[in-house]
């Protein structure tokens, strides 16, 4: 297919996580919050003149100095955060909405915080440390709503003037929701038998909707779609098999494009940094504020293996089963990062409990946080194509 008109520079974008539009909605007077996690709701973050920036640690090699404050059995995305954090990449916030999810995460953000990792010339600089329920009750939603009113928008406000009203926030929604209904839709052509657009490429344009205002990079994403509805494809599919890939933070799309390049096209992605979930519209009624809709919303549709109670779990194997339906998959690829802990559970649960009760074809991988040229990891996507093959071509036999 030809390539997408801003493929190259969407690339560019990820390359930093200061990058050009962060920069540029730093110039236009915005205040830059950076964050991790989904539990942290990204919509209130983006109130008034504040836009969020979700952190990532590009082109990390050495995790020595977090390593020594941290431990070396630790989640790497952890380590690499306070990595990019003590060589002064995340100077450029103006604060960082952080949550109490993981010991790894929160160890990351305790270091931050004490080591003083902000820029020196931040001294309106906040963090926060949501605390997360396990559950999704309305004494969990009533808690969240406590937390994020006190901990991000209340030092928005009092900090730099932030206009953190029921009409402001109703607005980053609306803004929120453009944006999730131009990536939802163009995500749809993944279903085509011959797709318009590849999972990498989706991937780049589902990442770069999270590391910026909003407003710099809708245009682009308008622009994709209408690119997307006319261009044609290759004569024959460039996949053998259709996979979803589901588990922790995958912020480096060239996993994506490692999987791809072994003939499986990711057509569904349920894992952190993703759509799924994060790209949806929201709902908001006038009969609540909107504050507690928002954050109703985050907890109700996270698909965090922290929400620990059986009728979360359900939900996510249920999703995850629809999800597989919709998008045709052959087969789904459970990822962790090493040493994550929620994920690490999840997985291998997931890896009896799929193939068992869902008759899903499931590949399980424990990664380490730079894993685009991985070897490994390629040879076992080779073998689970194959094996996939091998298993259609049985079930064909069976049919015809």
Not at 23 to 41: L, N, S, V
Not at 292 to 299: I, P, S
Not at 365 to 378: E, F, T, W
Request: proline share 4%.
């Amino acid at each position: 297919m030809r390539e997408l008109k801003h493929i190259i520079y969407l690339e560019s974008l990820l390359d930093q996580v200061n990058n050009e539009l962060v920069r540029k909605g730093q110039e236009d007077g915005g205040i830059a919050i950076g964050y991790t996690c989904f539990h942290a709701p990204e919509v209130l973050l983006n109130v008034g003149k504040a836009f969020s920036v979700r952190l990532r640690a590009p082109h990390t090699n050495s995790m020595e100095m977090a390593t020594y404050y941290m431990a070396n059995n630790s989640c790497e995305f952890a380590r690499a955060i306070l990595e990019q954090s003590l060589e002064g990449g995340f100077g450029f916030l103006d604060g960082v909405a952080a949550v109490d999810v993981c010991e790894a995460g929160n160890r990351a953000w305790e270091n931050f915080e004490i080591l003083k990792c902000q820029g020196p010339d931040k001294d309106k600089f906040f963090i926060s440390n949501l605390d997360i329920p396990y559950s999704d009750d309305e004494d969990c939603v009533e808690h969240i709503v406590e937390q994020v009113t006190r901990k991000i928008l209340k030092p928005l406000h009092d900090n730099y003037g932030v206009d953190v009203s029921d009409e402001s926030v109703r607005a980053a929604v609306a803004e929120h929701n453009e944006v999730s209904r131009l990536l939802t839709e163009i995500g749809e052509f993944r279903k085509l038998d011959n797709p318009t657009i590849t999972g990498y490429e989706y991937a780049l344009l589902v990442l770069a909707s999270y590391i910026c205002p909003k407003y710099l990079i809708i245009d682009i994403l308008r622009e994709t779609l209408e690119e997307v509805k006319h261009r044609e494809p290759d004569p024959a599919p460039f996949y053998r098999i259709r996979v979803g890939v589901v588990g922790s933070e995958i912020d480096d799309p060239s996993l994506i494009k490692l999987i791809e390049d072994c003939g499986a096209m990711v057509v569904f992605d349920r894992y952190c940094y993703g759509s799924f979930p994060g790209r949806q519209v929201i709902e908001l009624t006038d009969d609540e504020d909107a504050v507690t809709q928002v954050c109703r919303w985050y907890l109700h549709n996270t698909e965090c293996p922290r929400h620990c109670t059986i009728h979360r779990v359900n939900h996510r194997n249920d999703y995850i089963a629809k999800l597989y339906k919709d998008f045709k998959a052959d087969g789904v690829i459970y990822e962790n990062m090493k040493f994550c802990t929620y994920w690490s559970y999840e997985r291998v649960i997931a890896n009896q409990v799929m193939p068992r009760d869902y008759g899903l074809n499931v590949l399980g991988i424990d990664r380490p946080y730079i894993a685009g040229n991985s070897g490994q990891l390629r040879t076992r996507v080779q073998a689970f194509i194959e094996a996939t093959e091998i298993k259609k071509l049985r079930k064909a036999e069976k049919e015809g």
